[in-house]
């Protein structure tokens, strides 16, 4: 490995406690503790994805994970959104549109709120995560100063140069570097603008290292050694991995989900608003094709649309029936490999370090 990017990788690894530059993403609903576990065992960093997690919920997650592993994790959370503007006749016909797919959507459906970010922000500090990590925008001042003096270090997700430049100013101790091919949502810090900023993390990675004074986390379209070591190359100090993940045995994710992944070419995944009302890449599945289509309702904003399509998503979650699942997968969806995380985390490392 040429000596810039060891020391690079060595110095990231070094301030925040790991052996290898391989973090977990963090994913809501798919990240288990034992996942978490494996990844920080292996010498990587375990993730929790906190957006929909109550106060109680985030600190019994800290616990669980330090009773399996003595490695870091990062908790996240999302930065609210503001308050959307509500259509009562359109939500009655995406309700009427979402029957087909799932159980009858009571008009309240549509009411669900975002979780109470300021009381998960004071479970994260009294759970002490070794990082705490942001989406979809940055925490204010005041959180930041709080973070700092918990001894919290701050990743902080962005989708291009301006949102990181942001980020940074903000205080945050790293970037995460989303490229488009990433499964989940994508964390354009304005709902609005995200389909337009569609970058892939070829183009975004070098972008960020060059400018920013912070290290740099690769994120989306990395499954195995090869993703690693090209991150690395172009600037990254660490990678971030989430769909790689989600079929290894600690994942607890249905069946269906698991074997369509490994099933899954690059353009089998969508971004799509279909599901939360938020931009995000997931398999295309029959409901995605029939709710992207030009004669189907136009998807609710977030979190109105996540409201409604919330029982169709439990539904099919848990009749292990793909169609109407709620699938999210990178474009990389391939790569992802059955057997246990370590393995996962150890076959990336060693091809990795063998390119570079
Ligand atoms: C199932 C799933 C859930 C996700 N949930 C979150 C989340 O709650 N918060 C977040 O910041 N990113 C979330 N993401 C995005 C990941 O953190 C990360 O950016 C992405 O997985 C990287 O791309 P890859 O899936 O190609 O590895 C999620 C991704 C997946 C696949």
Same mark, same amino acid.
């Given at each position: 490995m040429t000596p810039d990017i060891r020391q690079r990788a060595d110095r990231f690894c070094q301030r925040f406690g790991? #052996?290898?530059?391989i973090l977990l993403a963090p994913m809501a609903g798919a990240c288990p503790v034992a996942l978490s576990a494996a990844v920080a065992n292996a010498g990587g960093m375990g993730a929790m994805g906190?957006? *929909? /997690?109550t106060p109680e919920q985030i600190g019994q997650w800290m616990d669980d994970f330090r009773r399996q592993s003595d490695g870091p994790a990062q908790v996240n959370v999302w930065v609210p959104d503001p308050a959307p503007a509500r259509d009562a006749a359109a939500e009655a016909a995406t309700r009427a549109f979402l029957e087909r797919w799932g159980p009858p959507v009571p008009a /309240?459906? @549509? !009411?669900a709120g975002p979780a109470d970010f300021d009381a998960q922000f004071d479970a994260l500090i009294a759970a002490r995560p070794a990082v705490a990590s942001t989406i979809m925008g940055v925490f204010s001042a005041a959180q930041a100063r709080r973070l700092k003096a918990a001894g919290i270090a701050w990743f902080a997700c962005a989708t291009t140069l301006d949102e990181a430049l942001r980020a940074q100013a903000a205080g945050a101790d790293a970037v995460v570097a989303q490229g488009? %091919?990433? @499964?989940?949502?994508?964390? #354009? +810090?304005e709902a609005a603008r995200a389909d337009a900023q569609m970058s892939g993390l070829f183009a975004l990675l070098p972008r960020l290292a060059d400018r920013l004074d912070v290290p740099v986390i690769a994120a989306g379209g990395i499954g195995d050694g090869r993703g690693v070591a090209a991150a690395l190359m172009l600037g990254a100090s660490a990678v971030q991995v989430g769909t790689a993940f989600l #079929?290894? !045995?600690?994942s607890t994710i249905p069946d269906a989900w698991k074997q369509a992944l490994t099933a899954a %070419?690059? %353009?089998?995944t969508r971004a799509t608003r279909? +599901? /939360? @009302?938020r931009l995000g890449r997931a398999l295309d599945t029959g409901y995605v094709r029939a709710a992207e289509a030009a004669d189907a309702p136009r998807p609710q904003p977030y979190p109105v649309q996540r409201g409604l399509t919330a029982g169709m998503r439990r539904q099919a979650q848990a009749d292990n029936r *793909? !169609?109407?699942?709620? #699938?999210w997968a990178g474009? /990389?969806?391939?790569?992802a490999r059955r057997g246990p995380a370590a393995a996962v985390v150890q076959g990336m490392w060693q091809q990795a370090q063998a390119l570079l």
């Open positions: 790991i #052996a290898l530059p906190a957006v *929909l /997690s /309240s459906a @549509g !009411d488009m %091919e990433a @499964g989940g949502h994508r964390g #354009a +810090f #079929a290894a !045995d600690e %070419e690059p %353009e089998h279909v +599901f /939360s @009302g *793909l !169609d109407a699942m709620q #699938a474009q /990389s969806a391939w790569m």
